[in-house]
């Protein structure tokens, strides 16, 4: 059985194109341009169960005016509701994007799937505005699983699939009393006995102002670096270095900075924050890896 992500060959009468969720159907458009290119287009989504389409149903439609018999395709595994989660991560940026109309409607459906999701997961997912999907949310019902709702009123899960409070500020508010109860308590005894992560104690502590000798000290702060890419001429000397070697020094972080502005984060916005710091390490992971797969085609 081929793996989600190996490239397979599915002839076209295997293929079925549902409904489209776009508000105007196939763009002949679209279509149109696919043909210009002749068949050199990625891989169609499909899913394994049932041959359904569930990102390319342009391709398929190119296809079939150039008269290919097979596409290439990669398969995927779940149900109705995953597969049209991924439709709409695949479709707001790239192909034909979704529009603003079509991305709205689409929260609203996913809202309606899985009203656990938190509005900056759910407004990512559908490049539109966390207020936007907030204001969404009590348009859309819920789905009706046991226990499930009233749980989503008190938390949601968010983009690294963890569940955090809506209204932290009560959630705040049990942490630092119970710290003013037991001073001396450690971070996992406290979090425990309210019910939040042990980094939740650590933050509310120190907005407290209080430290408890339980607690190992922060690692040490790196010392800065003590030259600049700048004399590294190499960098400078290759095409667009100048440019790449100002960018990578003016983006420069170094665990003393970290240190320095943690505390100046409000806790209304910690998650947030936290949220934007495990993107960016994100994105920085993903150059890392560009660049190790370029090195090891050189071998």
């Known amino acids: 059985m081929p793996a989600a992500d190996e490239v397979v060959s599915i002839a076209l009468v295997e293929l079925t194109v ?53 596409l290439e395709a990669w398969y995927f595994d779940g149900g109705a509701e995953e597969a049209f989660v991924e439709f709409v991560r695949r479709n707001v940026h790239q192909g034909l994007p979704l529009t603003l109309s079509e991305r709205k409607r689409a929260a609203e459906h996913v809202l309606m799937t899985y009203p656990e999701w938190s509005d900056r997961r759910i407004a990512e997912l559908c490049a539109i505005s966390p207020k936007t999907v907030g204001r969404l949310r009590p348009k859309s019902s819920g789905r009706p699983t046991e226990g499930i709702l009233q749980l989503d009123a008190r938390s949601r899960i968010g983009r690294d699939n963890k569940w955090r409070p809506v209204h932290s500020a009560s959630v705040r508010s049990r942490v630092a009393e119970a710290i003013k109860q037991y001073p001396g ?37 790196s010392p800065p670096q003590c030259s600049s890419w700048n ?60 660049l190790d797969t370029r090195w090891g085609k050189r071998k």
């Open 185 to 221: 308590a450690s971070l996992r005894s406290v979090a425990k006995s309210v019910g939040v992560s042990p980094e939740t104690v650590r933050i509310v502590r120190m907005n407290l102002g209080t430290t408890s000798v339980l607690e190992p000290p922060p690692p040490a702060p």
């Open 231 to 290: 004399e590294d001429l190499a960098l400078v000397s290759s095409d667009h270095g100048a440019e790449f070697v100002a960018w990578f020094d003016r983006t420069t972080v170094t665990k003393e900075e970290c240190w320095r502005f943690a505390d100046s984060v409000p806790l209304s916005r910690i998650y947030e924050i936290a949220d934007e710091a495990r993107r960016r390490s994100e994105v920085w992971q993903q150059l890392a890896a560009s």
């Open 18 to 70: 549902c409904s489209s969720f776009r508000e105007a159907g196939l763009s002949e458009e679209h279509v149109q341009r696919l043909v210009a290119l002749g068949g050199h287009w990625p891989p169609v989504l499909v899913n394994r169960a049932d041959g359904s389409v569930i990102d390319g149903a342009h391709r398929v439609e190119a296809a079939r005016h150039l008269g290919l018999d097979r």
